[in-house]
Each structure stands twice: as structure tokens, then as C-alpha cells.
């Protein structure tokens, strides 16, 4: 449970995040190509992952 309650709490920032860029008035691939910089950082992780793969339009919804 405590798992879970992080992970929301991830997707809740990561979900902040993508709405601060639009705000900010970024592109889908500027906005992938942040992902991709904090994936491969302190950050790397499947949950910072998916959106980039989302917004690269590799995934199928």
C-alpha cells in the first residue's frame, strides 16, 4: 500500500509537470525530450519512461 501511495504521488507530479510545459507553451517532442534528459538521470524510472514514449507517439492508446 505504502508502494502504491508513492507511486501515485509520482504520477501526480509527473502530471504536474506536463501541465506546467504546455503552460510554458513547449511542443510534444520539446516535452519528450525533457523526459528522455530526466529519465537518464536521478529521475530513471518506467513512470518517467511512459510519458515519453507517449508524447513520441510510441505508444498505442
Not at 10 to 29: E, F, P, S, V, W
Request: aromatic letters at 8%; charged letters at 20%.
Amino acid at each position: 500500500m505504502v508502494h502504491n501511495g508513492i507511486e501515485y504521488g509520482d504520477i501526480q507530479l509527473i502530471c504536474a509537470a506536463c501541465h506546467l510545459m504546455l503552460a510554458l507553451g513547449m511542443t510534444r517532442k520539446e516535452m519528450a525530450q525533457k523526459f528522455d534528459v530526466w529519465n537518464k538521470g536521478v529521475l530513471d524510472s518506467f513512470l518517467i519512461e511512459i510519458p515519453h514514449d507517449f508524447l513520441n507517439g510510441n505508444v498505442e492508446g
